[in-house]
Each structure stands twice: as C-alpha cells, then as structure tokens.
C-alpha cells in the first residue's frame, strides 16, 4: 500500500481541547484507519486493538531506546539521561528488567499485602471520620500511594513532596515541547536532581525496593552505575500512574452505583474493577515507538527510524476488540487490555499497582455504602496520562 | 518426554527458535529422539522460555565452552558483540569435526580460540583465569570437570565473577499430561475437568470462573493463583527453581497439572 492511501489529520492530539476529553478524537482516529498519518507532528498513529497490539509487541522492529515520546534521541539529546528500562531495546534492557521483576515480584508483594490492607485501612477511617463530602483525589488517590510506596521504596523522608511534579513533567515531556512542557521547563533540572539523588545508596533504608536493587548491583546483575537509574525508575513510573489510576477506579464507581453495590457484594471483584478502570480511563494514553527498518503494520510501511504513536486508550475502547467498550462493567473480563502495555515492556509495576487498588478498594468497600460524584471534578491535563485534578465525592457510611 | 534445551538463535528473529542438540550415547533418549525420529515438519510442544543463565553486564567477557556447552553462550558472545563488550570464547571439544557451530563462530577471528582436545590437548585454564580481573565476568559451559576446575581456579576471583550452567541431567518430573484432570475451586466450590487442549485459565473461563490475565504467556504474572493441594507443572517463565518448587502458586494461563487434581485458591 503507498503512503498515499494512509488516511491523515491535522488535528494535534496533543491540544488542550483533545486532551480535556480525547474520546471523540480517538474514535474519529480509529474509524479512519487502522493506521492514520497525523501531519502535526509526522508521525503514523494506531488507535485499533489489532495494530497497537501488534506495535507493543514488535520490539524488533519498533524500538523504544530511540525514546518512547515524540522526540527521536537518535537526533536529539533527551531531557534526562535515558531510562534504563522504559528507553531502552535489548541487550541493554535485559539485566535491568530482570533486577526489577525479581525486586518487584509476585512473591515480595505477597508479603506486603498485609500491611498496605491495614494502611488501606486506616487511610480510609480516616477519610470517614471527616465531612460526608471531600475531594477523593488528594484525600485518597494522592494520599494512598504516597503512605505506602514511597516507604516501600525506602525513600528518606525528605523531598516526597517533589515526585507527583517530577512524574507530571516527565509524562509531559514524553509529547511535543507545548505549553504544558513549557510550564514544567523551569523546575526540571532542579526536580531531576532532587530525584537522582534519592536514588542513591546511602538516601535508601535497608529493606525496601530501593535497597533490593542495589543489592543486585552487589552481585553484578547490574553495575553500580545503573543502579540509581533502575532506582530513579520506580520513582518515575510508579507514582503518577498509580495515583491516576486510582483515581480512575474512584471515578468509575462514582459514577456507577450498581457496580459499586455488585463490589460491596463481591469485594473479590475488586482486582477485576481495577483493570477494567485501567482499561476504560487507561491513564496512560500514549506511547511512541521508532522503527529499526522499514516495518509493515496494518498494510502500511513505516519508514527507517520514523516514529509512530501508539493509542492504548483508543485501543482499549476499541468496539473490534471489546463488546460495548464505553461501559464500565464489572462482569466483564478486561484480560488483554493494553492498558499497561503488552510484550517486553509491559509495566514491571503492574501487581504493585493492583495491590494498591485492591487494598484500597477493599477497605473501602467494607466502610462505604455508597460513593457518589458530586458534579464533573476536574480534569489535569498530561500529554500522556489521563489524568484527574480533583473528584469531588459524597459518602455514605456503612 | 520432556527436556531442556539452550536457545541458541537470534533473537532479533521472533518467528523461529533454534537449540543445538548432542546425541548422547548414554543419554535417556531425548537426544536420540531428536537425531532419528523427529523430522522435519512435526510438530512439537514448548513451554515457556526461561532465563537461568543471564548474561550480566561488563566491560569485559571470558567465555569457556566445553562440547556442546557452546549453546547458551552463542547467543552471549552475540549480545556481548551488539554491546560493544570485549570478549574472549575459549571453546574446547574432542576433535574439530565433533565441535558444533565453528563455522558460524569463524566470523569473529581472534576473540575466538577453538581447542580440539586431539591437536591441543585440554584448555589450558591457568592460562585464561590465571590473573583475577575485576572488570571480567567468566561465564562457563560445559561437562562437570570442566566446570570443576574453573570454579577451583576461580575462587580467587572476586564474587559473582565467575557464572556456570551446568548440563547435567536434571531429575525430570514426571512427563507432561495428556488425559485430563480436576482443578477443585476451594473458595467458591465446584470442580472443572481441564481437557488436554484447553489451558487452566480457558477452562475455567468456560466454566463462568473468570481469572484476570493479560499476556496469556506465562509471560507477565498477571494470571497468578494460589496452589492449595496437588502438584502444578509450571510452564511460565516467571519463577525460579526454587519458587517451583514451593509449588504454591502457578499461572494458569499456561501452567498444568502433574497429578490428576489441583486445589486452587478461587
Ligand atoms: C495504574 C498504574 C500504572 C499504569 C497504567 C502503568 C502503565 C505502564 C505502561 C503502559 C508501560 C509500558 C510502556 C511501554 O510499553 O513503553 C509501563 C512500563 C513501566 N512501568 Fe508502569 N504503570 C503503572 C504503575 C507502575 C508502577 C506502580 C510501577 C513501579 C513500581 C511502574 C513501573 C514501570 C516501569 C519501570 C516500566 C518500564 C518497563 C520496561 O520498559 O521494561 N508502573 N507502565
Ligand atoms: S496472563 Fe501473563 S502470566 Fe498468565
């Protein structure tokens, strides 16, 4: 097929009016195509199922270590020095893929259920001993990861207050240099800093993930020169992304009371209402890939070292894929969602993410008869993640 | 019957895996299976690939390779020449003709040092690990003398320089099943029969047990489920031996049964 057949947009999907509310653009993009050339900024895009499934799992032909943004680090200098897992092809991604799922695995999290059940627990009493109504995403999106995985990590407790900006700038940056880039420019040398430094052996208490990694590089799984950026990558991708996607669960049950009945029935169901609020809200809208060659996906071919723009929300709404895919169900099965990407990269920290939510929603469950949102919250607007300002909720106590 | 076998291919080739294998006279006939039975288009069944021997990161490599040992440390010397890494592969074997692989190793001239036992007697291994080297890992192959001797030497080497795999015939489990058996629902009640063709996870998906997975691999940890009774047969390629053989968990999209029944925590 020529590139001549390709449909194209000028619509920038990284405008404020897209980002306030990406659907009908998203729809729009996957009608057109299953691969659309978007002309602001010359990049193919893929916002079907088929093809942005297809693209996460090529890492052959489409590499991420060219950077998972717009920016292509083969001809520009990344902000920050690359990360080691996120921006990265094998070989080189291998050794510190490995550190993180053994540091992050299903076994060390068994044994952090507990106690993240009981700060769950306690967060949300204390929550409800409070006014009936209150902002859930400050009083429990932002509250709750920032109790428990900062600890987890084993950071100090200096300088917490600086990693919800740092995870905004980053996730910002990985779009075009636009206003939102902009106004995060000024603090981000200082804030990289600030964070790199936490990264460091001496900054980390001996029992957390943080200490896990640098024990790795003491058996040379990973030199000691990786191991602040293996460290510095938990920090990045897993605060912002969990507190988005709690807010994302909160919001889906603020606005579905029937689901939040069948939770209080079920609360088994609470991993299942997770995932489907990460498929229904996906926090993390976009990736973006660089191809290593020429590389055919949907009957298109993407040129050498072209950048293309993967849409995981567009993907998990996709009707070709999901049977009334703007619904938020809990009787469905959200298995094979994109929404913590698919192949090699698929998130490292995705049971940390599901074992914040099912603590959460748990204790939650147990103390809440009904949760409703009082008018339409605010939206914070991120070139890559969907994500929530405020949720203003009404509770009843159970 | 089930065996373990290196992947010895390129992994810049997603469609097609390649393993080297020796046919062992004494061996328990695996190697004989593949040398005289299989052919060319039968179809055989793979569970999931696992990583037991990773190559970690240095400025420096010294490979050793005894026999077919070579073939977990092919697809090294690839990876350590993608990296820009300076490496070494000493690969010793009986004689030329019965070493695998030289032809495709030719191409990297004097990092590579082919010694045929019957022109050059044994590797001369105080001579390549004599002088302990920070920088270097050493990463050996090989029948259990050879790795003997270069552990011995290598312990005046820093820790963790020195990683081995050795090939031996580790105890097999009781071949793969191929009736069906039983997975007990210890919370909710009720038994599903998983039938050959079906994973775990599509049985009970069927039977209206809906288990949350993503890459249906063994691949990503999502489908994890707690063991109660019976013994899995793990196919992933998430948890390590000794997580195996806990026994207390498995992932069902790809994991089975050894006995005729499992109890699952669901
Ligand atoms: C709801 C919460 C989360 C979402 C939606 C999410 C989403 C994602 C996605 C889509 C990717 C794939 C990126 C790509 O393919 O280029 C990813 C990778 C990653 N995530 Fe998450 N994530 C979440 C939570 C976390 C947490 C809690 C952590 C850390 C504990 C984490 C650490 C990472 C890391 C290190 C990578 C890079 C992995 C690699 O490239 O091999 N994430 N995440
Ligand atoms: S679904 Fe990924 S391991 Fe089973």
Redesign the pocket.
Known sequence: MSLAAVPTTTVDPFSPEVLADPLPFQERLREAGPVVYLTSHGVHAFGRHEQVHAA?TNWQGLQ?GAG?GLSNFRLEKPWRPPSL??ESDPPR?DAP?RV?SAV?GPRVLRSLRERWSADAEALVDEVLAGPDEFDAVPALAEAFPLRVFPDAVGLGPDGRENLLPYGNHLFNAFGPANALVEAGRPRAPELGARVAGQCAREALSGDGFGAAVWAAADRGEITPEQAPLVVR??LS??ID??VH?LAAVLHAFATHPAQWRRLRERPQLARVAFDEA?RWQS??QT?FRTATRDVEIGGTVIPDGGKVLMF?GAANRDPRRWADPDAFDLGRDPSGHV???MG???????H??RLEAEALLTALAARVASIRQVGDGERQLNNTLRAWASIPVRVHRA | MTRQYSLCGNRWDAETYRVGVLREVAGRGGSAYVHDVLAVGDLVGLGGPRNNFPLVPASRYLFVAGGIGITPLLPMVHQAELLGADWTLVYGGRTRGSMAFLDELAVHGERVHVVPQDECGLIDLPRWLGAPDPATKVYCCGPGPLLDAVERICAAWPPFALRTERFVAREQGAPSRTTPFDVELARTGGTVTVPPDLSVLEALGKAGVEVLSSCRQGLCGTCETDVLAGLPEHRDSILDDAERAAGDCMFVCVSRSLGDRLVLDL
């Open positions: 996460l991420s998972v897992l996120l991604h893929r993180l992050l990558s938990l991708a897993g992304t969990t996607g990460v926090p993390v990736f995981l929404g913590f990407g090699l990269h698929q998130c490292v920290g995705q940390v993410a």
